[in-house]
Nanobody
Framework: QVQLVESGGGSVRTGGSLTVSCGAI????????VAWYRQLPGQQRDFIGQ???????SYGDSMETRFTISRDNRKYTVFLQMSNLKPEDSGTYVC??????????????????WGQGIQVSVTG
């Protein structure tokens, strides 16, 4: 009924920048707090940060200032901008959104929806 679609991943050279996005699709009413996580090879999933509906971002304690989260509410899309990327940033980046939406039977539903994850590879 609703889904999150991530895009913008791929390969980038060390020191480069990349922006990945997380867009919500469906009969949406609201895309509330959206969080970004990453899972590096052989490690557990780490919390990068999140952004509230009013656009206030916050970041995990272990996350560096190379990451910036922003959003476009008109497009139900949240962005994760990454700069000065390092090979150790390579991994799967995934978003999670608190979505409010209409069901097929026109009920108002709310739940946390996860994206499918997107790969980021930093080389060189």
């Amino acid at each position: 009924q609703v889904q999150l679609v991530e895009s913008g991943g791929g390969s980038v050279r060390t020191g480069g920048s990349l922006t990945v996005s997380c867009g919500a699709i469906g009969r949406l009413i609201s895309m509330n707090t959206v969080a970004w996580y990453r899972q590096l090879p052989g490690q557990q999933r780490d919390f990068i940060g999140q952004i509230t509906l009013d656009g206030t971002p916050s970041y995990g304690d272990s996350m560096e200032t190379r990451f910036t989260i922003s959003r476009d509410n008109r497009k139900y899309t949240v962005f994760l901008q990454m700069s000065n990327l390092k090979p150790e940033d390579s991994g799967t980046y995934v978003c999670k959104a608190d979505l409010v939406y209409w069901s097929e039977t026109n009920q108002v539903l709310r739940h946390d929806q996860w994206g499918q994850g997107i790969q980021v590879s930093v080389t060189g």
